[in-house]
């Protein structure tokens, strides 16, 4: 802070204080006062009845820090009992309720040069003062040092230990109020609809507060801790929404309807610290990016706040400690968002990182200077803490979480973490269902996304065995894996092979926005396909191998679009296939149809002719959010009824008859992912991901800061 470049001395009633130490004296002795402190004095002593708003404080004492207007109370409050003056009737310092402060003392002020007494405390003793006061010293840093050293134990080395370990998945921990309690959802022993739990946190009691068969998800508790607000996830609007019940239990409120939601995997709501008002996701159509909105909890009206650009949209909105920001994740593709700061009275957002990476998870530091978020970023999975106002984010736990709550003193944090050991899993098709599937491609890491070569071989799936997500190949029982990229972080998938089984193509972040790539079967450097900015993903080849299939929003709305299969630098110069929605795209292999499902809100399968024409309804089975877990082969059509833990059954459909045969029952269906389904050429094998062990816990760190 540049205040008073000169060394100057200001006196008023028994005080003097200087700009050089900034240490306050009262008849010539110490009196104690924090930094922040002595700058405020300053300010305001430099400036006598002059009114100082609390924006102004602000900006002369945090000039380059984001940090909430309790931190000028709070620092007024301890000036005024360093000066004993009273906020009542006040001496010194007067509060104008809605403006600011004013100093309203008589002061003198002079140069230190001719004032040199004042400058430094008087510390005039005897010889045996002198021992009493070197004796004191000595017992008061002895002390000080024990604190200290106590202090930076529990600074350096916070205490993790878990919270919960039931069965199944437990997640989005919220700290109560008063810090004492937790609110979190849990599947329950039968692992089947989520509800919402509290616990103290010294306790092992557990009160259920919700029980039906839709899910709920992002407990909040209200400001005076007495109602707990959720999210209903539900496929009917007359049921998803917003609701709020008393945290001891009893019936339930809803506040206002959303768009029914069946997952958003990110916080979905919170809950005003300083008023009845909370911050949600939302959106009015399927199409429709997710934004932030604030509700009121006494009327349900409603307001948006944030604006995003075409594509997935706005998540995890968290308030401010003194409620006037709302933070939150945007993402503009699939595992590739960052942290925003929206101010509650309106305004264009700030961006605070700058990573396109994967943000599980965030929240505000207790303090209000900062915010903990959760990422691998570096390749260093850990809570990294970054400025409310921007700059280098710095490694705050090596702890990497789904979901995280501090608690309002910050002594506290919760997380939960997911772990899952997934594999890629084989069938027989010719056996009737006699031999039972089991995994082909199995490691200690994520195995996702498999995909059968032209010539049924080899097959290229995703997998993160070397840390991060890359393309891996392996022969077609599963033998000899190989990486053949080596991205080294963006979220790499969705491998299709090209009809000649020489090349593979992909989709990956490294620039933030995702585009398609292409890579030979040996590994290499990859070829850059798509270059306009926007989320183009899951591509799949022409028969020919001359073009590649690939979803993008470049149109505003999500579209099968086709380019030429050769690296582009400029432009791609991408015509635009579907018209009214398009997703996950196949090439029939005489190339007269593209086959493709509409994404995650719209049920069924649609063909359009590849030369052009209107788009035909082919298989209205295929349930939404399925887009990746159907497989064209020859003439016809394999797909899966759902995913998950239940059991699916795999079904086909004729593309001459249209007669459905039902194939195969999967006693555990597959995992979401980016492309769930292959089939081997000669139709004998059917390869799928599964999560073999999936589970989360909440886990609770003490001493954090």
Request: hydrophobic share 35%.
């Amino acid at each position: 802070m540049a205040l008073n470049e000169r060394g100057l001395t200001y006196r008023f009633d028994s005080f003097a204080i200087n700009t050089q130490d900034r240490v306050l004296l009262k008849n010539g002795e110490t009196v104690t006062l924090a930094p922040k402190a002595a700058d405020a004095l300053l300010l305001l002593v430099s400036q006598p009845r002059r009114v100082l708003s609390k924006q102004e404080i602000l900006a002369s004492l945090w000039p380059d820090s984001f940090v909430e207007e309790g931190s000028v109370a709070r620092n007024i409050a301890h000036l005024r009992k360093a000066l004993a003056d009273d906020a009542e009737q006040p001496h010194f310092i007067e509060t104008l309720p809605k403006r600011g402060y004013r100093w309203i003392a008589e002061v003198d002020v002079a140069d230190i040069a001719s004032h040199p007494a004042a400058a430094t405390p008087k510390l005039i003793y005897g010889w045996r003062g002198a021992w009493a006061a070197l004796f004191a010293c000595i017992l008061l840093f002895l002390g000080v040092l024990a604190i200290l050293r106590a202090r930076s134990r529990l600074a350096l080395t916070p205490e993790i230990h878990p919270f919960t370990t039931y069965r199944g998945g437990e997640y989005e921990p919220a700290f109560s109020p008063d810090g004492q309690k937790l609110a979190f959802v849990w599947n329950g022993e039968e692992q089947k609809y989520f509800d919402v739990y509290v616990r103290p946190i010294d306790s092992e009691d557990l009160t259920r507060l919700t029980s039906d068969l839709a899910g709920k998800g992002s407990p909040a508790w209200s400001r005076d801790g007495r109602l707990i607000a959720f999210l209903r996830y539900s496929e009917g609007s007359c049921c998803s929404g917003i609701y709020v019940v008393p945290a001891e239990g009893g019936p339930e409120r809803k506040i206002t309807s959303t768009f029914p939601f069946t997952a958003i995997y990110d916080r979905a709501l919170d809950w005003s610290p300083v008023t009845d008002e909370i911050a949600m996701v939302d959106k009015d159509s399927a199409e429709e990016p997710l934004a932030i909105y604030i509700v009121s909890v006494k009327t349900g009206s409603r307001r948006r706040l944030t604006k995003p650009p075409a594509g997935r949209g706005d998540t995890g909105p968290a308030f401010s400690r003194d409620g006037r920001y709302v933070s939150f994740r945007r993402t503009i593709s699939a595992a590739v968002n960052d942290i925003y700061i929206a101010p509650l009275s309106g305004g264009e957002p700030i961006r605070i990182t700058f990573d396109n990476q994967y943000i599980p998870a965030h929240a505000w530091s207790a303090d209000g200077g900062g915010l903990i978020f959760s990422s691998k970023r570096e390749n260093r999975p850990g809570l990294w803490r970054v400025p409310a106002s921007g700059g280098a984010p710095k490694l705050a736990l090596a702890q990497y979480a789904q979901f995280l709550g501090i608690s309002p003193a910050g002594d506290r944090l919760a997380y939960s973490q997911w772990s899952a050991d997934t594999n890629i899993w084989r069938f027989d098709l010719t056996d009737s269902g006699a031999n039972p599937a089991g995994p082909m491609i199995a490691s200690t890491r994520a195995d996702l996304s498999p995909q059968y070569s032209p010539k049924g071989d080899r097959v290229a799936f995703r997998s993160d065995r070397t840390g991060t997500d890359e393309i891996w190949i392996c022969d077609a029982d599963g033998r000899n894996p190989r990486v053949v990229t080596h991205w080294r972080g963006p979220l790499t998938g969705s491998p299709r092979w090209s009809p000649d089984s020489k090349r593979i193509a992909f989709d990956s972040r490294p620039g933030g926005s995702s585009q398609i790539f292409v890579v030979p079967e040996s590994g290499g450097e990859p070829s850059q396909i798509t270059v306009a900015a926007y989320d183009n993903t899951v591509p799949s080849w022409s028969h020919d191998g001359r073009f590649i299939y690939f979803a993008s929003r470049r149109s505003g709305s999500r579209e099968v679009w086709k380019v030429e299969a050769q690296p582009h630098r400029d432009a791609d110069g991408a015509v635009q296939i579907t018209r009214d929605g398009g997703s996950a795209a196949f090439e029939s292999t005489d190339g007269r149809y593209v086959y493709y499902a509409k994404g995650e809100n719209t049920n069924g399968l649609w063909r359009i002719p590849a030369d052009g024409g209107h788009e035909e309804p082919v298989l209205p089975d295929l349930k939404k959010g399925l887009s990746g877990y159907w497989a064209l082969c020859g003439d016809e059509i394999l797909y899966v009824d759902s995913v998950g833990d239940a059991p699916a059954d795999l079904f086909s459909v004729s593309l001459t008859s249209w007669r459905r045969t039902w194939l195969r029952r999967m006693p555990k269906g597959p995992i979401w992912t980016d492309s769930g389904l292959a089939v081997s050429p000669d139709r004998r094998w059917v390869l799928y991901a599964q999560a073999d062990t999936n589970g989360s816990d909440i886990f609770l760190v003490s001493h954090f800061r």
